[in-house]
């Protein structure tokens, strides 16, 4: 069994790989390391059954070896990022989905989109099933993140539709755990960033958004069940448990006794007011649901940007 994962030095792509190599599948990771790093997949260097490749899939996803299943995870995927290469952010959404659908069609494989929960805009609904056809502004500045994925779940349905290729889609909700970049433009690694520099916690607008956060670990279980399973349309996998930024910020603060109070500036355009996955489809359809603690998952994830930090400062 071999499978293609394209993003794959990002936080969740290196993580995929992990589970794939773990479930005994061979491995072709791709990335360009525009957002991603290939110090997340260092851990695999010299891992037989894994291989990497600095390859630009919007422009080329060509593999001449027998491939089982493409994995598509190639996106920036943070606020800062996606403003900074909306040019890629689009493309890898629309070329490269089609590049790496092109890529299962030939080769006779399954197909895997990572899609997002930024599909559904500031909802109007909460939390949000995949029945929630979203509310999103087409050309905001968030448009090419959120866009891009739409017309990916479009076009994944199309292949799917018109060739009878198995697609499988999953709809990300916000994620954390080691392996994030630090100050990447997220709450939980801002907000830690911040507070291991000493700098106030930044919340934007009035802190009442809300968010829900799942351990990575959970995530990428619920990933490789929707993987394996007979589902094409889009399934939800987050963690419901909902609070908003403000009691988030506080949750980081308690484990820093020193950090400054939190401070506020101007909400960004089009964020969104509300996000909390209806994970109703995915427990009964895949038997999953998050398992991890917040309070648990923070305790590894801190450790991990501790570290990171200190490595930060070393180098300066």
């Known amino acids: 069994m ?97 590049h790496t659908l092109d890529l299962a069609l030939e080769k006779k494989a399954k197909y895997f989109l990572a899609s997002t929960s930024e599909c559904y805009g500031d909802p109007e609904v909460s939390p949000q099933p995949e029945t929630y056809w979203g509310r999103v502004n087409p050309v905001g500045p968030r448009s090419v993140y959120d866009e891009a994925k739409r017309f990916a779940e479009a076009v994944t349905m199309a292949y799917y539709r018109h060739h009878g290729l198995d697609t499988h889609i999953v709809r990300i909700f916000n994620t954390y755990g080691p392996r994030m970049r630090l100050n990447d433009g997220r709450a939980l690694p801002n907000f830690v960033f911040q507070a291991l520099s000493g700098l106030p916690i930044t919340i934007y607008g009035d802190g009442k958004q809300t968010r829900s956060f799942c351990y990575v670990s959970d995530l990428i279980e619920g990933i490789y069940r929707l993987s394996q399973s007979n589902e094409h349309f889009p399934t939800n996998i987050g963690n419901p448990a909902e609070l908003t930024i403000s009691e988030f910020a506080e949750r980081i603060r308690a484990h820093f006794p020193k950090a400054p109070a939190c401070v506020h500036e101007p909400l960004p355009e089009d964020d969104p007011k509300q996000r909390c996955p209806d994970i109703n489809k995915a427990k009964k359809l895949l038997g999953w649901e998050p398992k991890v603690s917040l309070e648990d998952g923070l305790a590894l994830t801190l450790e991990f940007f501790k570290e990171e930090y200190a490595k930060l400062a070393a180098a300066r």
């Open 2 to 98: 071999r499978a293609v994962v394209t993003g794959a030095a990002g936080f969740l792509g290196s993580h995929l790989c992990d589970k794939l190599l773990a479930q005994g599948w061979e491995v072709l990771a791709l990335d360009n390391l525009i957002t991603g790093d290939a110090a997340n997949l260092a851990h695999l260097k010299g891992n037989r059954h894994f291989r990497f490749e600095n390859r630009d899939v919007n422009e080329s996803c060509r593999v001449e070896s027998e491939v089982a299943y493409v994995f598509h995870f190639a996106s920036p995927a943070s606020p800062p990022d996606y403003l900074k290469f909306p040019i890629e952010t689009l493309k890898v959404g629309s070329i490269a989905t089609m």
